[in-house]
Every structure is written in C-alpha cells, then in structure tokens.
C-alpha cells in the first residue's frame, strides 16, 4: 500500500480489496447516489470510532484499490490498524463492510398507482416495439448491479445539435457521457396489443392461439378464463422474474369490430388490465399503428387517475426522423385531443421517441431531428441509434438488454426508462 499527496486537501491511497467487497461497495455507493471515496472515508472513521476491530473479513485474492481520503485519515488509520493487530488490508476490508453495514440497499421505489404507457403511433414501422421492449426490459434490470446508461447531459447535448452525427447517438463510446447506475427493479407487465404479434414473437414467446383466450375476448366481454394465466415470464437473469409479457393473438384483427357492440367501449382495456395491476409497477402497451376504437381505448386507458401525479402514465409517442412520421404525429394527437375533450379527460404526453435515427443520411434526417426537438411539448425524450444490435436480438428473439447489454441501443434504452421515470 502507498499513499501520495494529492493537488487538493485529499491525498491518494493504494491498497487492496477482494474483488467482491470491491464491488459491492461501487454498486452500494451508486445505489445511495455517494462517491466511493466517501463511503470508504465514513468507513473508516466509524471503524476507528469503535471499541475494537470488527469480524474477520476473507481478504484471498485481494487486489489493488485506490481511492482518495482526507488528509492525514489514512495515517491514523494505519495506527489504528496497527494498536488492533489487523493489517491494513483486513482493517480495510472491515471498514467497508461496516459502511455496506450500516448502509444497506435502499427499497426499491414503488409508484402508489401501477403506472401506464401507451407506446404508439399511428405510422407502422416506426419501432413501437424495439421501444416498448427496450423499456419494459430497462425498467426491470437488477437494482443490485449497474448497467451503463447514456447520462441526461449527453441526450441534450445531441438533440442541441443541428446535426449529430451517428457515433454521437449510437456508435463511439467516447462520444458518450455513460454513467454506470444500478437498474430500477420495476415489475413490468408487456402487453402486446398489436394483432400482428411483433413483441410476442420478438421476446422469442408464442402468440395465443384464435380458439382459446385473449386480450381481446376479455375486451369484448367474452372471458375464456383469468387474464393471469395468459402471462408468460421473460426469462432471464438481468431481470430477476420482474418481466412479464401478455402475448398478443390475430383475433385483435377483430377488435375494433367486436368493440364496436360494447358499452363504454373506451374503457374496455381498462377493465380487462385492471385486476393485473396490483401485482406490476408498470404496464407497458405496445399499440397497433391504428386510429380505430383500440386506440382510442389504450388511450382511455393511459389517462391520469385521480390521485396520480402528471406525466405517470400516459402516451409515449415514437417517431422517425423523416416526413411520414410527422404527418402520422398529427393524426395520433388529433385523436388524443378529442378522446381528451369529449371524455373531459387528462391524457400526458410522456415525450417523443426518435428512433432509427442516422444523421449519415444526410439533411432529411438532420432536419427532421430539428423539427422534433422544436416542439418542445411534447418535448423529445429519447433518441436511438439505428444499429445492427436490436435487428440481432430479434433474429435471435432474446431482449435486446440480454443480448447486447453494453450496446449503444442498450445505453440508449436504459437512458429513456430514467427519462421516463
């Protein structure tokens, strides 16, 4: 171990940790939002706060770890170490796991009411359900690790320009602001509503079968069982069993009919998603590119309820960054506004999602970013790269943050679900 002064009033000091004190010690720090050194300086002082040295910690393995601390700690930590008979390294490692001690990992943050986002827009092909998935899976990433996540500034920094260039969105790490955070820990229920079955295939699951039950039989009114037992889990360790996907069946080609012979139509989904909602934090839907009576009823149902707060739940709105996008944009608010005005509803924009973006190609697209970002409200909340990782994961049908999880589409996914939250 060494220690060197450093320009400021605290000096560098080199020892060892094992590697797993290590980490849990960066992961506790981030969760608590404290820097390292200052968990490891509040360590120590409690440590050396105590009558006698703390249990023996298995230091094998124990490999170079630097921090900084306040002038002169270090040395009277070493005298400390020194009247306990510890070494420095094992005097250490205890002061650590008191301050993951008496710091544990803080409850994961549930919303009071189960939160909705209706993930849509009219124009197909836009990547609704890269989106939906992208987020439902970032929301639900271990709260006890860190994943890299795009910080807010570098998202700003981009939609400032006039013209950003891919590797900036997508591309080099260095272009990049990343910040490694611990995931949320959300439990996040995936419906695909989309009779075309693009998430249900994606996550590598199988779309209903036309004669059993569905989504859009509990809709209609007509059950064939509980909702529940529809669900499937998305299997996999960055996720803890926290996502869940209710796959979608070709009978939701018949919803807008069938709908069109039940009373108060608008809430339909609602009251089929309803008895769901104490066991998610979140419910994501993946809407169908229509403007008919679905729409209008995913709508209804990611209005704000009383008691909730703005911009819970709402609409989050994907768009490309090209002509056809903007006009479809229009169509999509049109019908917000009126089911808002005729139902004397409160409907939040959760934000505008520019996905697919390229600026290589060329002023079409740099000029459309422009246009999106100068609405200002809706205000653009995410910005994803068109990139090779997302069309892999579905060819592969794993999540995208499974498959490439330190990708920029990954980096970038994660950094929506913050925004959104």
Request: hydrophobic share 40%; charged share 25%.
């Amino acid at each position: 171990m060494t220690s060197s002064v450093a320009a400021s009033d605290r000096e560098k000091v080199v020892s060892k940790l094992p590697g797993w004190l290590r980490q849990n010690l960066k992961v506790r720090a981030a969760q608590h939002g404290v820097e390292i050194q200052s968990a490891v300086e509040e360590g120590i002082r409690s440590w050396c706060s105590l009558a006698s040295a703390t249990a023996t910690i298995d230091t094998s393995g124990a490999d170079s770890f630097s921090t900084f601390l306040p002038l002169g700690q270090w040395e009277a930590f070493r005298q400390t170490t020194a009247d306990r008979r510890v070494s420095l390294i094992q005097g250490l490692a205890q002061a650590v796991q008191l301050w993951l001690d008496t710091n544990p990992a803080p409850d994961v943050e549930r919303p009071e009411i189960t939160r909705r986002i209706i993930v849509c827009n009219q124009k197909g092909g836009v990547g609704k359900t890269a989106i939906t998935a992208g987020l439902g899976e970032a929301l639900a990433e271990d709260p006890n690790s860190l994943h890299p996540v795009r910080v807010a500034k570098a998202l700003t920094k981009a939609l400032k320009a006039s013209e950003v260039h891919a590797d900036e969105v997508s591309g080099d790490d260095d272009q990049l602001d990343i910040e490694n955070l611990p995931g949320p820990g959300q439990r996040v229920l995936l419906v695909d509503f989309d009779p075309q079955c693009h998430l249900t295939n994606q996550l590598g699951a199988a779309p209903l079968p036309m004669n059993g039950d569905s989504l859009t039989n509990h809709m209609a009114g007509d059950p064939k069982g509980d909702l529940r037992d529809l669900i499937v889990s998305i299997d996999d360790d960055a996720f803890g069993g926290r996502l869940h996907l209710l796959p979608a069946c070709n009978d939701a080609f018949l919803l807008d009919v069938r709908l069109s012979s039940v009373r108060a139509r608008e809430a339909a989904l609602e009251r089929a998603l309803t008895p769901l909602e104490a066991d998610y934090d979140v419910i994501i839907v993946d809407c169908p590119p229509s403007l008919g009576l679905s729409m209008d009823a995913a709508a209804y149902y990611g209005r704000r309820r009383d008691g909730e707060k703005p911009g819970q739940s709402g609409a989050l709105i994907v768009v490309q960054a090209e002509d056809s996008s903007a006009d479809a944009y229009e169509l999509l608010t049109t019908q917000i506004d009126d089911l808002r005005n005729d139902l004397q509803v409160d409907i939040d924009y959760l934000g505008i999602v520019v996905n697919l973006y390229d600026s290589r190609r060329g002023y079409i697209a740099t000029s459309s970013l422009q246009g999106w970002v100068d609405i200002k409200d809706p205000r653009v909340t995410g910005l994803i790269g068109d990139l090779k990782e997302q069309k892999e994961a579905v060819r592969v049908k794993k999540p995208l943050l499974s498959y490439a999880p330190k990708s920029q589409q990954a980096v970038g996914m994660r950094a929506l679900a913050r925004e959104v939250l």
